[in-house]
């Protein structure tokens, strides 16, 4: 696992193909920008999992580009 510290404005780079930027910061809530390509899938832990634990949905059914969007502008 790494950590890294970012700031308002700041990005960091997955790869060749994934850039996340941190778009602002409010208290402890953070907005984050993702940029992939629509064939890697991108989905909120909370969407994938239920509250009891269990999948709320099969890995094989990747999550749709509106359920993917953090933040939009």
Not at 33 to 52: F, H, K, N, Q, S
Request: hydrophobic share 35%; aromatic share 0%; charged share 30%.
């Amino acid at each position: 696992m790494l950590v890294i510290s970012r700031k308002s404005g700041e990005s960091l780079r997955i790869g060749d193909d994934v850039v996340v930027r941190v778009a602002k910061t409010t208290g402890s809530k953070v907005s984050l920008v993702i940029e992939a390509p629509r064939e890697i899938p991108i989905a909120r832990t909370e969407i994938l999992v239920g509250e009891d634990g269990p999948p709320a949905r099969r890995p094989s059914q990747p999550p749709s580009r509106a359920e993917s969007t953090v933040c939009v502008r």
